[in-house]
């Protein structure tokens, strides 16, 4: 089958690997519809690792990811707990947690501590055409959520994450840092949770202006300091909740500048240099509450509904869409942010 490998740095290769054998206990044969690409990836795409997770050998890329069952193995039962079919269309959740450990007894997957994950290494992702994949992490989607939505239901999770974390309240002010898909994501979700006003510092403008058509009040950091803008646009008092969905930098400390003494930050981009830097003191003499988010917590079944019920469509994040084949260019155009990319799209 064909696979996009990562050999290192901006090195990624279309190559011929073998095809997944037979599905075992509790597994299922995928055959891969479409995957986009992530901001995660990217990491991998231009340094070769993801924090300290470092690329050793060749590794498949690819964890956001929508797909159709060939075949299942015995006792094949899907997300939602019932017997996996044959022929479904499924939303794929790339995070396998073990089910045993300390973390995941006590309700917290997300932080397993032998948890396997789709495209970092060393498991291989979704960048190719068969897979297999525990079925219980498959979640089964009708005709009215396409391929590629299917796909954008684990951004999605992400984001439902993220702002189950932030506690947003009815009427509460929220800034939310960084308008790539994740937080245009989180920008329609705390709107749907009753936040208002919104405020998105962006410094693509492209982004930035996609972030005022749907509904949040633009920041351009070209302009003018964003923390200053938005301490003016709230008369000094800052705001209740600020995001950081950006490549952490500079945006984690503007983050702290800018929520009200008592609010509420939540980190949820993964800084390039791996650093988390911020002013100490302004930090604790607001006596901020600092959250940092990782990856989802079951959010599937409800990203699927919030689609399924009209309220979000995730459709319009996809810019660009390249065949498999081309998986490097595409990684190159997203690295690159050129032609007004916010989403990128792989047909597997």
Known sequence: MLAARLHGPADLRIEHVPRPG??????????VRVTTIC???????????IGETTVHTPLILGHE???AVETVGPDALDGFSRPLRRGARVAVDPAQPCERCDMCEAGNPNLCRNIRFCGVYPDNG???QWILMPARCCFPVGNGIDDETAALLEPLGVAIHAVDLAKVRLGQSVAIIGAGPIGLLILKLVQLAGAGPVYVSEKLPWRLELAGKWGGVPIDPHKSDPVRQIMDLTHGAGVDVAIEAAWGGDAIDQAAQIVRPGGRVVLVGIPRDDRLELTHSVARRKGLTIVLSRRMKRCYPRAIQLVESGRLKL?????HRFPLKQAADAFRLNAE???????VLIQC
């Open 337 to 343: 942010y050129g032609d007004h990319v916010v989403k």
């Open 22 to 31: 037979k599905p075992g206990h509790g597994q299922a044969l995928l055959r």
């Open 65 to 67: 990811f929508s797909a």
């Open 315 to 319: 459709g319009d994040l996809i810019t």
């Open 126 to 128: 979704s960048l190719c």
């Open 39 to 49: 901001g995660s990836d990217l990491h991998s795409y231009l340094e070769g690792r």
